[in-house]
C-alpha cells in the first residue's frame, strides 16, 4: 500500500508493508466556497453579533489589525484587501491602520514572508510590524485577569482606537482551537503572559486538548485576556483541504468565534470505534513542520486515538531545525520525558516548555518514532524515542514491531484531523 504524506512543501510517498489493518484518516473539511471573496465581502456587512465594519470604525482614528504569522496558512492576501477598502471609506486614514504580525514568541517574519503574509500590495502601502513578545516595555499593562494572569499587551496595538483580528480555525493542542482571542493572546502578549497560560497549570489539565473548548480553563483565560484588551471584531476563516476559504466568520469575537468552532467540528470530526495499535502522521506539511517545535502538534493529535503502550511515527521535514534557542537548549538537556515533567514541578516556566510539555505526556503512553531529516544532528542523542534516517527505515521499524493484523492509523495532514475514538 502507497500513502503520499503532508510534508514539506513537496510531500512524502511511503510504501507500507501488508499484514496490517490500515485506516488512513483524511484531513475532512468543507468544499471549498465558489466565491470566497463575497463570502467575505458579505461578513464584513452582515457580521455575526456585530455592526458592519464601516459603521464599527465611523468615528475612529486608528485601527490595529492582528494577522497570523509565517507558520500559519491564513489567507490574509484574500481578507485584508476588502477590510482594509471599508476601514478607509469609514474615514480612518491609510497612515493610521498598522498591520501587526502576531508572532508570540516565534521569530519576527522577514520582509519577504510580510509580503507572503499580507501580499505585496498592503506589504508596500501599509504600516506592518513584528510583534516582540521578549521585550516588556513594549507592551501596555492592563491588569490581571480574576485567575491572576497578567496581561501585557503589544503597546502599538492597544494604541490603535480599533482592535481587530483576522485568524483560521483549525485544532489546537491545548487549546481546542485556533483563531479568535489567539490573535491577540499570545500573538500579541508580552513574555510574561505567555508563560503563565503556558504553565503546568494549564499544560497538564486534560481539558486543555485539541478540539475542546467548553470546559477549557486555557479557553476561558484567553477569552478573559482578549476582553482586557478590546478585542473589538475578528475575521476568522476555515479551511477546506487544499487551504482555499471554505467558510468566513466575522464579527463579534465570542459569537463569530463560536459559529466558526461548530463549522470545523462538524465538518472535520472523524471518530473511530476503538482505538488503534500504532499511528503514522505528519505536521501537515510545510508550513507547520519547518521547525520540530512545530511538528510535535501531529504527535499530540494522533496520541488521541492510539492505544497505551502503542506507537507513533512522526514524518516532518524540520527545515528549520529545532525551533527558538531556548526550545533547542531544553532538547539538549533532558534526555527523557519523565525527567522533564519532574523538573518542571515548582521551577519557573521557560520559554517554549509548554511544547515538551505536552510531547512529555504524551511519552509517558506511547512510543514515538521520528522521520525528521530537517533535525540538526546535535539534538538526536535526546530525543524522547528513536529517530530514522529514512522514511522508508521508520515505517519498517514501526511496522515490524507490530502483531500481524495490527490495527494502524495513517494520517496524511497531521494536525488537520481531528479524530477521536467513539
Request: aromatic share 6%.
Amino acid at each position: 500500500m502507497r500513502v503520499r504524506l503532508a510534508f514539506g512543501k513537496a510531500g512524502l510517498e511511503v510504501e507500507l508493508p501488508p499484514g496490517y489493518r490500515y485506516r488512513v484518516l483524511e484531513a475532512r473539511s468543507a468544499q471549498p466556497l465558489a466565491d470566497p471573496l463575497r463570502a467575505i465581502e458579505e461578513s464584513l456587512d452582515a457580521p455575526l453579533g456585530a455592526p458592519p465594519v464601516r459603521e464599527l470604525a465611523r468615528g475612529k482614528r486608528s485601527a490595529g489589525i492582528s494577522v497570523c504569522d509565517i507558520t500559519r496558512p491564513a489567507p490574509n492576501r484574500q481578507v485584508l484587501p476588502p477590510l482594509l477598502r471599508r476601514l478607509e471609506e469609514a474615514g480612518i486614514a491609510r497612515e493610521a491602520i498598522t498591520i501587526f504580525i502576531a508572532t508570540g514568541l516565534h521569530r519576527p517574519a522577514t520582509a519577504e514572508e510580510i509580503r507572503q503574509i499580507v501580499g505585496p500590495e498592503a506589504a508596500s502601502a501599509y504600516r506592518v510590524l513584528n510583534h516582540n513578545a521578549r521585550e516588556l516595555r513594549e507592551h501596555r499593562y492592563l491588569g490581571a485577569t480574576a485567575a491572576g494572569t497578567p496581561a501585557w499587551i503589544d503597546e502599538r496595538f492597544m494604541a490603535a482606537d480599533l482592535h481587530i483580528t483576522l485568524g483560521f480555525i483549525e485544532p489546537h493542542l491545548m487549546l481546542g482551537y485556533s483563531g479568535g482571542r489567539k490573535l491577540i493572546v499570545p500573538g500579541l502578549a508580552a513574555q510574561p503572559t505567555i508563560q503563565v497560560l503556558h504553565s503546568p497549570k494549564f499544560m497538564r489539565d486534560p481539558r486543555a486538548v485539541e478540539g475542546s473548548i467548553e470546559d477549557n480553563p486555557l479557553h476561558a483565560e484567553m477569552l478573559a485576556l482578549a476582553a482586557l484588551a478590546r478585542h473589538d471584531f475578528i475575521v476568522d476563516v476555515a479551511l477546506a483541504r487544499d487551504r482555499r476559504i471554505a467558510g468566513v466568520f466575522a464579527g463579534h469575537p465570542l459569537a463569530a468565534h463560536r459559529k466558526g468552532v461548530e463549522f470545523v467540528s462538524r465538518v472535520m470530526l472523524e471518530t473511530l470505534p476503538e482505538p488503534v495499535d500504532a499511528a503514522i502522521t505528519t505536521s501537515a506539511g510545510y508550513p507547520l513542520d519547518l521547525t520540530y517545535y512545530q511538528s510535535i502538534k501531529g504527535v499530540t493529535a494522533a496520541a488521541h486515538i492510539v492505544k497505551p503502550g502503542g506507537k507513533i511515527l512522526l514524518a516532518a521535514a524540520c527545515e528549520e531545525g529545532a525551533g527558538a534557542p531556548e526550545f533547542g537548549r531544553m532538547l539538549q538537556e533532558f534526555p527523557s520525558g519523565e525527567g522533564f515533567l519532574k523538573a518542571l514541578e515548582g521551577a519557573e516556566v521557560v520559554i517554549d516548555q509548554w511544547q515538551l510539555e505536552k510531547l512529555a505526556l504524551v511519552t509517558r503512553r506511547t512510543e514515538v518514532l521520528w522521520y525528521v531529516p530537517g533535525l540538526p544532528e546535535e539534538y538526536h542523542a535526546t530525543l524522547w524515542g528513536r529517530i530514522f534516517p529514512s522514511a522508508a527505515a521508520a515505517v519498517e521499524a514501526l511496522c515490524s514491531a507490530l502483531a500481524p493484523g495490527a490495527a494502524v492509523a495513517v494520517i496524511p495532514e497531521g494536525p488537520y484531523v481531528l479524530a477521536k475514538v467513539r
